[in-house]
C-alpha cells in the first residue's frame, strides 16, 4: 500500500467556506424569524393599545358669563370648538367666542320675560321649548353651523392662514386663500302654538318621532297633555299650518303630590316618565290615552338609600334614566321586558349601572352625550367626571368651583366638557379616547342598555345609531375554543387510531400508499372543505341527525360485538381468518350503518318524544331522556371495560378446563349483563341529573341550527387529522426497532407491543402532533367562516353556530374604518388570538420537553 | 495458510454450490429441544439460509460461530418466529421445539414466543423504571400480583448477577445505567419467564471483558436450567463457555460439533482456519 499524503486529507477552503457561510445563513434565518414574530405581535398591540388610555385633556378656556342662570342642557359647544352658546331664562340664547369670550350674537326672544313660564332645552340636540303663562309653547332651535366660501368677502379685512375674526353674528375663519368658513349659531323660533288647555305650563318635554314631533307638558291645573303637531298646507291660501292634537290626562299623582320635578319621554315616546324629588317615578303609556304603568322608585336599593333626586338626564336614545342624588351617586335605569308579568305592558324599570362617587358631596347636574353613552356628572364639590355609563369607564375629571345653578355640557364629538355657572362658561378641551372600551368590558360581562342582566356580548355594527357597539371579546373566544374542542375531540382519536394502524400494523406495501395519500388530505384548502361543510354535508346533517348521531355509537358497538366473536372463535379459524380481517371490519361497519340507520326512528321514539329538534328546542319531551340517551353508550362502555378488566380473568379462569366454546358463551352472557347494567346504570344517572334539576339543554346540546359546531367540529377535523396523523406517524416510527423487537421476543402481541412500549417512548412526538393541530384549529378561519353559521352567540351547544376570533376578523376588518374603535377592537382580536396560539405552543413545547427527557439516551 | 482444499469449499459456497455439512456423531441428539430440519429462509428473492439440518441440546449451550453475513442472527431470530415480522421473508423446511412444529399455522406465535427469551446484540431495555423492564414477559400476560412480580424480579435480576448493583434504584430510569448492566437487565428480562430456551445473539459484543466474564459465569449457572443458543464473534467466549459449536458460512452449516472438538480437532480444514483465526 503507499502511503497516503496527508495533505489530501485536509479540509479544503471550499468546504469551510460553505460551512461558515450555511452556519450564518442559518442563525440570520432564525433569528429574523423570531423577529419577525415579535414584530407582528408588537405591531398589533401597538395598534389595539390606544383602546386601553382613559381621555386626555387638551386645553382649558374661561368664557365670561354675560348672563347670570342659564337653562339646563342648554350650554353646548360646535363641532370646532370656536362657538359655545347658553339659553338663557328669558329665552334668548347667547353666543360666544370660546377663546376669549366674546359675545357674538343674542337673539331676540318674540316674547317678554314676564310671558315665560318655563324653559326646557333637549338634551340631546338643538331644539328647546318655552312655555308661557297663558299655556302657548314656542319650539326654537340653535344650530351651530358653517358656510364656505371660496374667496375672501368682500367686507372681511384682509387675514393669514388659520386666523380667526368674529364677523357679522358669528366667526369668519381663513384656512387657506380659497377656504373661509363662517361659523354662527342659526337661531329660530317657531310661531307659538295655542294648546287647548290655557292654563300655565310648568313642565315640557319634547321627542322627534316618525310622525313629526310630538310634546309633553304638564299644565298648572294638574293635567298631562301630549301633543302630536300636524303639519300640513292650507290648499286655499298655501299658508302652512300646525295643529296640536292632544292627549290628556290628569294623573292622581300630580293632583296629591304637586308638580313632579322631572318629566321624560322614553324610547321612541310611547311612555313619559314623571319624577318628584323624592325619587318616586311613575311611568305613562302615551298611544291613545294616558294610562299609569307602574311605579318605582330611583334613589333606593339594597345597598344604599339617599333622600332626594338632585339631577336627571338621559342617555342617547331616550333608553336610559340618569338619576343623581344628594349623596353622590348617578343610577341608571332602563326598561327590561319582565316575564313575571308584574306590570301591564310587560317591561319595568330595572337599575343597570350604579355610579358612586369617592366624595359623597350631592349632584348638582348631570348631561349626557349627542353621540355616544357618555354623561357628564357635577357634583356639588366641583368634580366634573365625564363617565361612558355601559362600560361604568371614567373618561376625564376635572374640577371647577361651582355652586347650586352650574350646568353642564358635552361638546358635540365628546370633544369638550362645559360648565356654566355665575361667572361664566368653563370650557375643558378633551380627547374622549376610546370611551366605550375597557378590559373588563372587553372580556367580562358588561349590562348593556334594556338587557335583562349583564353579558358577554358581540355586536360590532347595530341596526340604529341610537345603539351602543358591543365590543365583548369573550363570545369570539368561546368560539374559538369551541371550534378547536369538538374538531380536536373528532380529529385526535381518529387520526392518532390510524397513526398507530399505520405505523404497528400495516404492512410496509400498503403502507406506502396510504400515508401520502392521507397527507395529501392536508393540501385540500380549507375554503373547499368549508365550502363542502356548509354545502354539502349541512343539508345531510339536518335531514338525517338522528341517523349520523345514531352511527357513532353504533359502528363501535358492532365492532366490539364483531371483536368479541372473532376472540370467541377457536384459535385456528382465528389464525386462518387473520388475513381476511378488512373484510370483517368492512361487515362490521356496514352491519352498523344498517343498525343506526334502523335504530334512529326507535331512539327518537322512545327518549326524545318523537322529533329530535323539538326536543332539542325545549319545546316537547323531558330532560331525562337526553340524559338516558347520552349515558347509555358512555355507561355501558366503562361498566364494559371494567367487567374486562376484573370478572374477564375469574370467568375464564372458571371456563378454562372446559372448552373454548363455554368459555365463548360465558363471555357473550357477560357482555349481555354489562348492558343491561350499563342501561340501568345510565337510567339512575339520568335520574340524579334530572333530580338535580340539570338540563342537557342548554348546555352540551339546544336548539339546532344548520350550520353549527357538529359540522365545523367534522370538516375541520378533515383538516386537522393529516397534520396530527403524519406527525404522530412519523413519532411513532422513530421508535427504534429493537425496543418492538425486544417486546414482541418476550411474547407480547403486536397490541401489547403498541400500547405499552411504542406509544410510550414517542409519547412527546404524539404530543406534538395533536399540539400542531390544536395551532392549526385555533387559528382556522376559512372552514369556521363558511360552516358555523357566524353568530356569535356563547355556548357549548353542540348543534348551534358560533363565531370565532379568526372568522370575526376576517368579516369585519374590511368594513372597520382605520383607527376607529372598532378597527382597534380587531386588531386586539388579532392580538388575543396570537396569545393564544403562542400559549398552546408554549405549553405543548414545555410538556413535549418533559416527555421528551423521560425518553432520552435511546 | 489456508490449505487448497479449504479454498476451493469456500470458493464453491461462494459460487453458489451447496456443500454437506459436517455434523459430528455426538450432535444427533435422542431428543433434541430444538429440531432444525432443511431449513431454508429467503429475504425476497435473496437466500439467506440454506437447508440448514442441525438439532439443538436440551440444556446444554450451543455456540454459533461464523463470519459476518452468515445468517447466524436470521437463524436465531428464525427459532422464536420473530423474522415473520420481516414482509419479505418466506421460509421452507421446519423447525420443531419439543417435537411440536413452530411454523405450523395453528401454532399460537405469541405462546411460542413465550417459551423463549431472546437477548439481543445492542442491549434495548425499555425506556421504563428497572422493575417494570424486568416483570415485563409477566406485565404482559396480566399478572399484577405484586408478589409474584417483587419475587420474579428479584429472582431474575441475581440471576442475571445484576441484583446487587441495582436493588437500591429499582424504581429508577433502566436507561440511567451503564451499558454493561443494560445487557444484564436484558438478560434478566429474558428469563424472567422462565423460558425454555434462551436465544443470544452476540450478548457481549459491546462489553468490556469484565461484564463479559460476568454473562460468562452467568451463562454457566443458566446452563441445566435453560437451553441457551447464542451466537459470537469471539472464539475464546465460545471455546470456553459452549458445549457445542457450529460453524456457519454464507447462510450455510459448515460444520457442527461438541465444542472441544471443533475447537482441537476439526472435522474440517476450514472450520480449523476460522476459529483459530486465520480467516473470517
Ligand atoms: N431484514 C433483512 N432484509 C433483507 N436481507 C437481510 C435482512 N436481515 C438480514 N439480511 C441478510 O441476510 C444475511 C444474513 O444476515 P444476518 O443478520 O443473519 O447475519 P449475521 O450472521 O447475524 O451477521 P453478523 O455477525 O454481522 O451479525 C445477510 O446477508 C443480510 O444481508
Ligand atoms: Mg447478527
Keep these: ?858 | 495458510m489456508i490449505t487448497d482444499s479449504a479454498v476451493n469449499r469456500l470458493a464453491a459456497i461462494a459460487a453458489g454450490e451447496m456443500c454437506t455439512p459436517a455434523v459430528h456423531e455426538e450432535c444427533h441428539f435422542d431428543a433434541p429441544i430444538v429440531d432444525i430440519e432443511k431449513f431454508n429462509l429467503y429475504y425476497g428473492a435473496k437466500r439467506a439460509l440454506f437447508d440448514i439440518s442441525m438439532s439443538i441440546p436440551k440444556g446444554q449451550i450451543t455456540a454459533l460461530v461464523g463470519p459476518s453475513g452468515c445468517g447466524k442472527s436470521t437463524l436465531l431470530r428464525s427459532v422464536n418466529r420473530l423474522n415473520d415480522l420481516i414482509d419479505i421473508v418466506r421460509i421452507e423446511g421446519g423447525m420443531k421445539l419439543n417435537g411440536e412444529n413452530i411454523y405450523d399455522p395453528a401454532v399460537d406465535v405469541i405462546e411460542l414466543r413465550k417459551r423463549m427469551g431472546m437477548v439481543f446484540q445492542k442491549s434495548n431495555p425499555f425506556p421504563m423504571s428497572i422493575f417494570e423492564n424486568v416483570v415485563y414477559p409477566l406485565r404482559i400476560v396480566g399478572i399484577r400480583d405484586k408478589t409474584v412480580l417483587e419475587e420474579t424480579c428479584e429472582r431474575s435480576l441475581r440471576g442475571a448477577a445484576l441484583w446487587d448493583e441495582v436493588k437500591d434504584r429499582l424504581h429508577e430510569n433502566a436507561l440511567g445505567m451503564s451499558g454493561g448492566q443494560q445487557q444484564r437487565l436484558c438478560i434478566a428480562r429474558a428469563i424472567a419467564a422462565d423460558p425454555e430456551v434462551l436465544l443470544m445473539d452476540e450478548p457481549c459484543s459491546a462489553l468490556d471483558p469484565i461484564a463479559t466474564g460476568k454473562i460468562e459465569e452467568l451463562m454457566a449457572e443458566l446452563k441445566g436450567q435453560y437451553t441457551i443458543l447464542i451466537v459470537t464473534h469471539n472464539m475464546q467466549q465460545a471455546a470456553r463457555s459452549s458445549d457445542y459449536t457450529a460453524f456457519m458460512y454464507l447462510g450455510q452449516l459448515i460444520e457442527y460439533g461438541p465444542t472441544a472438538t471443533i475447537f482441537t480437532n476439526p472435522q474440517l480444514q476450514e472450520t480449523q482456519e476460522y476459529v483459530t483465526g486465520r480467516f473470517g
Design chain 1, 1 to 858: 500500500m503507499t502511503q497516503i499524503d496527508r495533505k489530501q486529507f485536509k479540509t479544503t477552503w471550499s468546504v469551510k467556506a460553505a460551512d461558515h457561510v450555511s452556519s450564518y445563513v442559518i442563525t440570520i434565518g432564525g433569528l429574523a424569524t423570531i423577529v419577525a414574530v415579535l414584530l407582528v405581535s408588537v405591531y398589533l398591540f401597538y395598534v389595539a393599545a390606544p383602546l386601553m388610555g382613559s381621555g386626555t385633556i387638551t386645553g382649558e378656556q374661561q368664557v365670561q358669563a354675560q348672563v347670570t342662570t342659564v337653562v339646563d342642557n342648554s350650554v353646548r359647544s360646535d363641532e370646532n370648538s370656536l362657538l359655545i352658546r347658553s339659553l338663557s331664562e328669558a329665552g334668548a340664547i347667547t353666543v360666544q367666542r370660546i377663546s376669549d369670550g366674546q359675545l357674538l350674537m343674542q337673539s331676540q326672544p318674540p316674547m317678554a320675560p314676564e310671558e315665560i313660564s318655563t324653559l326646557w332645552s333637549d338634551p340631546l340636540s338643538e331644539q328647546f321649548l318655552i312655555g308661557l303663562k297663558d299655556g302657548r309653547i314656542i319650539a326654537g332651535r340653535a344650530i351651530a353651523e358653517y358656510s364656505i366660501f371660496s374667496i375672501r368677502p368682500h367686507d372681511a379685512p384682509e387675514m393669514v392662514d388659520g386666523e380667526v375674526i368674529a364677523w357679522h353674528d358669528g366667526l369668519l375663519e381663513r384656512k387657506d386663500a380659497e377656504l373661509y368658513r363662517y361659523h354662527r349659531v342659526t337661531v329660530t323660533y317657531d310661531a307659538p302654538l295655542g294648546t287647548a288647555n290655557g292654563n300655565e305650563i310648568i313642565r315640557l318635554d319634547r321627542i322627534e318621532s316618525n310622525d313629526g314631533s310630538v310634546m309633553a307638558a304638564c299644565h298648572e291645573d294638574g293635567s298631562l297633555a301630549i301633543y302630536g303637531t300636524n303639519t300640513y298646507e292650507n290648499l286655499m291660501t298655501g299658508e302652512i299650518v300646525v295643529e296640536l292634537e292632544s292627549t290628556v290626562g290628569k294623573p292622581v299623582s300630580i293632583q296629591t303630590r304637586g308638580m313632579p320635578t322631572y318629566m321624560y319621554f322614553l324610547g321612541q315616546g310611547e311612555h313619559i316618565a314623571l319624577i318628584w324629588e323624592d325619587g318616586l317615578c311613575e311611568r305613562y303609556q302615551t298611544r291613545n290615552e294616558i294610562r299609569h304603568i307602574e311605579s318605582c322608585t330611583l334613589i333606593h336599593d339594597e345597598v344604599d338609600q339617599a333622600k332626594a333626586v338632585t339631577a336627571c338626564s338621559l342617555l342617547l336614545g331616550r333608553g336610559s334614566l340618569l338619576v343623581g342624588d344628594d349623596e353622590g351617586r348617578v343610577r341608571v335605569y332602563f326598561l327590561i321586558r319582565e316575564k313575571d308579568g308584574s306590570t301591564e305592558d310587560g317591561w319595568s324599570f330595572r337599575m343597570g349601572h350604579k355610579i358612586n362617587s369617592a366624595s359623597a358631596s350631592e349632584v348638582i347636574n348631570i348631561c349626557s352625550s349627542e353621540r355616544s353613552r357618555t354623561a357628564g356628572i357635577l357634583q356639588a364639590d366641583g368634580t366634573l367626571r365625564t363617565m361612558h355609563i355601559t362600560t361604568e369607564k371614567e373618561i376625564n375629571l376635572v374640577t371647577a368651583d361651582v355652586s347650586e345653578s352650574a350646568v353642564i355640557g358635552i361638546g358635540p364629538r365628546d370633544d369638550a366638557i362645559l360648565c356654566a355657572v355665575e361667572k361664566g362658561i368653563h370650557v375643558w378641551t378633551v380627547d374622549p379616547g376610546h370611551s366605550d372600551i375597557s378590559v373588563s368590558a372587553l372580556f367580562l360581562p358588561v349590562w348593556y342598555e334594556s338587557y335583562p342582566e349583564a353579558e358577554m356580548v358581540w355586536q360590532s355594527s347595530s341596526a340604529s345609531d341610537d345603539d351602543e357597539a358591543k365590543l365583548g371579546l369573550t363570545p369570539l373566544i368561546v368560539g374559538t375554543l369551541k371550534a378547536t374542542l369538538y374538531s380536536m375531540l373528532f380529529a385526535v382519536p381518529i387520526a392518532l387510531a390510524a397513526a398507530i394502524y399505520t405505523s404497528e400494523f400495516m404492512s410496509p406495501r400498503i403502507k406506502a400508499v396510504i400515508k401520502p395519500s392521507i397527507e395529501l388530505m392536508a393540501s385540500l384548502p380549507s375554503v373547499v372543505l368549508g365550502y363542502f361543510g356548509a354545502i354539502i354535508l349541512a343539508p345531510y346533517f339536518e335531514a338525517y341527525l338522528m341517523e349520523i348521531l345514531c352511527l357513532t355509537c353504533a359502528v363501535p358497538f358492532t365492532f366490539a360485538v364483531g371483536g368479541l366473536i372473532f376472540q370467541s372463535l377457536p384459535q385456528h379459524y382465528v389464525r386462518l381468518l387473520q388475513n381476511y380481517r378488512l373484510f370483517f371490519v368492512a361487515v362490521c361497519f356496514a352491519i352498523g350503518c344498517v343498525c343506526a340507520v334502523g335504530l334512529a326512528p326507535i331512539v327518537t321514539t322512545f327518549f326524545f318524544a318523537g322529533n329530535f329538534k323539538q326536543w332539542l328546542d325545549g319545546t316537547v319531551g323531558h330532560a331525562f331522556g337526553g340524559w338516558w340517551a347520552v349515558s347509555i353508550p358512555v355507561c355501558c362502555l366503562t361498566l364494559y371495560l371494567m367487567s374486562e378488566r376484573f370478572v374477564t380473568p375469574r370467568v375464564i379462569a372458571m371456563a378454562c378446563c372446559n372448552s373454548q366454546a363455554k368459555t365463548a358463551g360465558m363471555r357473550f352472557v357477560q357482555a349481555f349483563i354489562v348492558m343491561i347494567a350499563g342501561t340501568c346504570v345510565a337510567a339512575a344517572i339520568a335520574g340524579l341529573a334530572v333530580a338535580c334539576g340539570w338540563d342537557l339543554r342548554g348546555s352540551l346540546f339546544g336548539s339546532y341550527e344548520s350550520r353549527n359546531a357538529l359540522i365545523v367540529g367534522l370538516v375541520m377535523g378533515f383538516a386537522v387529522i393529516p397534520i396530527i396523523y403524519t406527525i404522530a406517524e412519523d413519532a411513532l416510527c422513530t421508535v427504534p426497532n429493537n425496543l418492538r423487537a425486544a417486546s414482541l421476543g418476550a411474547g407480547a402481541t403486536q397490541w401489547q407491543t403498541a400500547v405499552r412500549i411504542v406509544i410510550p417512548t414517542a409519547m412527546s412526538g404524539i404530543f406534538s402532533a395533536i399540539m400542531v393541530g390544536l395551532g392549526r384549529a385555533v387559528g382556522e378561519t376559512m372552514i369556521v367562516l363558511m360552516a358555523a353559521g357566524n353568530t356569535p352567540v356563547m355556548d357549548l351547544n353542540l348543534f348551534s353556530g358560533f363565531r370565532t376570533l379568526s372568522a370575526n376578523i376576517a368579516v369585519e376588518m374590511p368594513e372597520a374604518v382605520k383607527d376607529s374603535t372598532h378597527y382597534r377592537v380587531l386588531f386586539l382580536a388579532a392580538f388575543v388570538l396570537f396569545v393564544m396560539t403562542f400559549i398552546v405552543n408554549t405549553v405543548a413545547e414545555s410538556v413535549r420537553q418533559r416527555f421528551r427527557k423521560r425518553a432520552v439516551n435511546m
